[in-house]
C-alpha cells in the first residue's frame, strides 16, 4: 500500500530537451549519440518519448559529451489533475 507522501516513477516526468538542444549546438544527430555512447536505438527511442533510462546510460552519455546530468535531463513531478467534487447545484 503507498503512503500519502510516497513518490513512484510514474509521479515524475523526464525532459531530455537539454541533450537535444546539446547535440544540436555541437552538430550531432541521435544516430551519432547512439554509436560514441554505444547505447541501444531503444534507448535513444525512449528518451525521444520522455521516459526513464537507467543512470548508467546518462552517465556514459555524459563522460562522452563532457557534461553533467543536469545539462541533458530535467526530472520534473507530474502534476495530477485535482478531482472534482461534485457540486450537490448542479448534481
Do not use: F
Not at 11 to 27: A, G, N, P, T, V
Request: glycine letters at 4%.
Amino acid at each position: 500500500m503507498r503512503t500519502k507522501n510516497e513518490i513512484t516513477e510514474n509521479d515524475c516526468e523526464y525532459s531530455y530537451d537539454k541533450l537535444w538542444k546539446l547535440l544540436i549546438d555541437r552538430k550531432l544527430r541521435k544516430k551519432d549519440l547512439q554509436k560514441l555512447t554505444h547505447i541501444s536505438p531503444a534507448v535513444i527511442a525512449k528518451m525521444g518519448r520522455g521516459e526513464a533510462v537507467n543512470l548508467s546510460t546518462l552517465g556514459k552519455i555524459c563522460v562522452v559529451l563532457e557534461c553533467g546530468l543536469s545539462d541533458i535531463v530535467d526530472i520534473v513531478k507530474k502534476v495530477k489533475p485535482r478531482k472534482r467534487r461534485k457540486n450537490a447545484a448542479t448534481a
